[in-house]
Structures are given as structure tokens and as C-alpha cells.
């Protein structure tokens, strides 16, 4: 695990999307315990209430619970949670603006389609 930040996002932002990367990416399974915040907090070297601040956000949106004097764990369902939050980002960041742009050059659907199939290929060699 990569323990450096990116300074142009908040910090408490990225400790959460890197527990919520290893609930995407399986290495945190349904039911699976979490480090602890006291854990995080030592890995990281940062702050108690900034790791604390992610770990909320995560449990709020029922992506974590907690099992009080026991620990906190991944929620039946988080991973589909995650990944339809994610799409939805997606959309909003990247395909709003492909769009907006394809237009203003007059860029035809099909040739955006082809443009993205071009690159996905790519990218899978």
C-alpha cells in the first residue's frame, strides 16, 4: 500500500478511496475486518480525527460498519455501492466534458465511438 498523498486532494478524501479501492479490487471482501483507525494512523503517519473523517464517510454511506469493541467491517453489498458511486463520477467528470468537447468539433457519435475503442485497445495490449 502506497503511502504517499497526493496534495492536491484532501487527505481524509484519499485514505478513504484506497480502502475503497480494496473493496473494489477484492482485497477486502464482504465481512471482512478493516485496519483500525489506530492502525491507519501509524501506516500513514498522519492524524487521528483525518483518518477518522474518511472512516465516517464510509460508514455513513453503509460501505462500513462498525462492531463496537470488536472492529469495523466491509458491508454486505459495498462493492456494487462503490461501483455504481463510481460510474456516476465517472459520468459527471469524464463523460460530460468528452461530450461537450466532441460537440464544440463537431466530433460524430460514431467517430467518438471509434476514438474509444481505438484507446481501449490500446490499453489492453
Known amino acids: 500500500m502506497n503511502r504517499e498523498f497526493d496534495e492536491g486532494k484532501p487527505i481524509f478524501q484519499q485514505v478513504r478511496e484506497r480502502i475503497e479501492d480494496q473493496i473494489l479490487n477484492d482485497q477486502l471482501k464482504e465481512g471482512d475486518q478493516i485496519?483500525?483507525?489506530?492502525?491507519?494512523?501509524?501506516?500513514?503517519?498522519?492524524?487521528?480525527l483525518?483518518?477518522?473523517k474518511g472512516i465516517n464517510q464510509?460508514?455513513?454511506?453503509?460501505?462500513?460498519?462498525k462492531k463496537r469493541g470488536v472492529g469495523m467491517f466491509v458491508s454486505e453489498g459495498a462493492k456494487e455501492?462503490?461501483?455504481e458511486k463510481r460510474k456516476h463520477a465517472f459520468l459527471d467528470t469524464y463523460i460530460v466534458q468528452l461530450v461537450r468537447e466532441?460537440?464544440?468539433?463537431k466530433i460524430s457519435d460514431d467517430e467518438m465511438i471509434s476514438m474509444i475503442r481505438e484507446v481501449k485497445k490500446g490499453s489492453e495490449e
Request: proline share 3%.
Open 58 to 65: 464510509l460508514t455513513d454511506e453503509g460501505v462500513i460498519f
Open 81 to 83: 455501492k462503490l461501483i
Open 102 to 105: 466532441a460537440n464544440k468539433l
Open 50 to 52: 483525518t483518518v477518522s
Open 35 to 48: 485496519p483500525s483507525t489506530n492502525q491507519l494512523v501509524n501506516f500513514y503517519k498522519i492524524n487521528h
